[in-house]
Every structure is written in structure tokens, then in C-alpha cells.
């Protein structure tokens, strides 16, 4: 699913969602419509029953949540009108839109003429070589740290990594482990995974903060975030942090919830 599909069926979802709540407050809604009436002094609030009754019931004031009601229901059909046409708006464009996109066009040709040409835009594969092309050099291992492995043969600092690292490859997702990243007066920050959302082109920050019962350890990783956002990298959009204490410790599963949230 590229990502006009994947917006628009995001946005449908939300769409259906919102239509079936409204649609069903409508049908306790109360019958007719509000007048509203401005005087000098004050408002005033009728209920017209038909669209032939042009002045309606005046609402009292203890009557009042009436108004707010057929206020709501006016509100809630202007809503439900809007949305019944976002719907079908986005239903006829993915019934029109074409089964392959001009940046697709590059995958469907032989390698043979692949090579004579400069697509419009690299393919996720070459997007993907390119990105993990870049050479580095890792933050040192202390002699006394234990040697563990991915299953890429890397060294990694705890059996955690190994799980991130793991699932981040069985998912297919493109990282870098401990890779170097410059902070203006700072210097170089060694974020735990640099990873690749392909489908946005976007670059993101894993941080495992995997000793939080160790007070000492607790400080030094909010400073560390804290030295992440004031150089524009913030939780939530390109830092994911996941977090574990002896009590507590990280799984495959909330590893896996992590990648599909950010990275697919």
C-alpha cells in the first residue's frame, strides 16, 4: 500500500467511524429545528416543529438543554452531509486512482533497460541500498561488556537490543546501529538505533531506555532526551523511546506495536 492509499484508508476508517456516532445521536435527537432571536437585551431560543411553522414553540430558560440539542442536531447534519461527500469523494478516487503510480513504472522494466535509465524518483530499493551504504564508526565496546550478537552478527550492549534489532529486521526495516549523530555545540550523541520509515522518506531516532529503576540512569536519559528536543528531535515524531526496568522488562511484542506505529 503506498502512501495515498494508506492516508485515504486511514481517513475512511475515521470517516465511518465519525458517520456511524453521529448518525446514531441523530436519532435521538429531538423533532424539528431552533429559531434563534435577538432582542436588545437578551437571545431568545423557539423550537420549530415543521418548516412551516415559522416562529415555533419559544424554549424557557429551564427548557434550555432543548436549544443546545437542536443546536447539536443542526450541527450534526451539516457534519454528516460534509462527510457523506468526503466519503465519496475518496471511494471514487480509489476506484479511479491507477493500479501503478508514474513512480512505479522504473520496477515494471527489465534490468536490461533499468540500467540505461534515471528514474524519476529512486524505488524504495534504491532508496533503501543507499541509505544503508553509509559508512560509520560505532561507539567503542568496553572490555569488560559482555559480547552479544544480533542476528546480523553486530554487537549490541543487551539481550534488549538484540530483540529491537532483531524485530527491526524481520520486519524489513533499514537501521543503524549506535551510528554517530552531531549536536551543535555538544558533539557526537550515539542514538541506540537510527531507523528508516521507507514508505515517508523519514529518518527517526530509537532510544531503549532499558535501566529505569537505576536512579543515576534516570538522570542521564533525561538529559539525553532533553538534549534530543531542544535540537528539534522530539518524542512521538522522529525519537521513539521504549523503556524497561528488572520488574519489567521489554518484549517482542511492544517492540513490534513501536515499529508498525512509526516505521510502517
Given at each position: 500500500?503506498?502512501?495515498?492509499?494508506?492516508?485515504?484508508s486511514?481517513r475512511?476508517e475515521?470517516?465511518?467511524?465519525?458517520?456511524?456516532?453521529?448518525?446514531?445521536?441523530?436519532?435521538?435527537?429531538?423533532?424539528?429545528?431552533?429559531?434563534?432571536?435577538?432582542?436588545?437585551?437578551?437571545?431568545?431560543?423557539?423550537?420549530?416543529?415543521?418548516?412551516?411553522?415559522?416562529?415555533?414553540?419559544?424554549?424557557k430558560r429551564?427548557?434550555?438543554?432543548?436549544?443546545?440539542?437542536?443546536?447539536?442536531?443542526?450541527?450534526?447534519?451539516?457534519?454528516?452531509?460534509?462527510?457523506?461527500?468526503?466519503?465519496?469523494?475518496?471511494?471514487?478516487?480509489?476506484?479511479?486512482f491507477?493500479?501503478?503510480?508514474?513512480?512505479?513504472?522504473?520496477e515494471?522494466?527489465?534490468?536490461?533497460?533499468q540500467?540505461l535509465?534515471?528514474?524519476?524518483?529512486?524505488?524504495?530499493q534504491?532508496?533503501?541500498?543507499?541509505?544503508?551504504?553509509?559508512?560509520?564508526?560505532?561507539?567503542?565496546?568496553?572490555?569488560?561488556?559482555?559480547?552479544?550478537?544480533?542476528?546480523?552478527?553486530?554487537?549490541?550492549?543487551?539481550?534488549?537490543?538484540?530483540?529491537?534489532?532483531?524485530?527491526?529486521?524481520?520486519?524489513s526495516?533499514?537501521?543503524?546501529?549506535?551510528?554517530?549523530?552531531?549536536?551543535p555545540?555538544?558533539?557526537?550523541?550515539?542514538?541506540?538505533?537510527?531507523?528508516?520509515?521507507?514508505?515517508?522518506?523519514?529518518?527517526?531516532?530509537?532510544?531503549?531506555?532499558?535501566?529505569?529503576?537505576?536512579?543515576?540512569y534516570?538522570?542521564?536519559?533525561?538529559?539525553?532526551?532533553?538534549?534530543?528536543e531542544l535540537?528539534?528531535?522530539?518524542p512521538?515524531?522522529?525519537?521513539i523511546?521504549?523503556?524497561?526496568?528488572?520488574?519489567?522488562?521489554?518484549?517482542?511484542k511492544?517492540v513490534?506495536?513501536?515499529?508498525k506505529?512509526?516505521?510502517?
Open positions: 500500500m503506498n502512501f495515498a492509499e494508506n492516508f485515504f486511514i475512511l475515521y470517516l465511518l467511524a465519525q458517520k456511524n456516532q453521529i448518525e446514531s445521536q441523530l436519532e435521538n435527537a429531538p423533532v424539528g429545528t431552533l429559531r434563534i432571536k435577538h432582542n436588545a437585551t437578551r437571545i431568545q431560543y423557539f423550537q420549530r416543529s415543521t418548516p412551516q411553522d415559522s416562529l415555533g414553540k419559544y424554549i429551564k427548557e434550555l438543554p432543548i436549544a443546545h440539542a437542536l443546536a447539536q442536531k443542526d450541527y450534526n447534519q451539516k457534519v454528516l452531509l460534509a462527510i457523506n461527500q468526503e466519503i465519496h469523494a475518496i471511494e471514487r478516487y480509489c476506484a479511479l491507477p493500479k501503478k503510480r508514474a513512480e512505479d513504472i522504473y515494471t522494466m527489465r534490468k536490461d533497460r540500467d535509465i534515471v528514474p524519476i524518483q529512486e524505488t524504495d534504491q532508496y533503501i541500498r543507499s541509505w544503508s551504504s553509509v559508512s560509520y564508526q560505532g561507539k567503542p565496546f568496553d572490555a569488560s561488556l559482555p559480547k552479544l550478537y544480533t542476528s546480523r552478527e553486530e554487537r549490541v550492549r543487551s539481550k534488549s537490543e538484540i530483540i529491537i534489532a532483531d524485530t527491526l529486521s524481520r520486519e526495516i533499514p537501521y543503524r546501529y549506535e551510528c554517530p549523530l552531531h549536536i555545540d555538544v558533539g557526537n550523541i550515539y542514538p541506540d538505533f537510527t531507523v528508516l520509515n521507507v514508505t515517508k522518506r523519514k529518518e527517526l531516532y530509537w532510544e531503549h531506555l532499558g535501566m529505569m529503576d537505576d536512579s543515576q534516570v538522570e542521564k536519559a533525561l538529559l539525553k532526551i532533553r538534549t534530543y535540537n528539534g528531535i522530539y512521538g515524531d522522529n525519537l523511546l521504549t523503556y524497561e526496568t528488572h520488574q519489567t522488562p521489554i518484549d517482542q511492544q513490534l506495536l513501536n515499529i506505529h512509526y516505521l510502517q
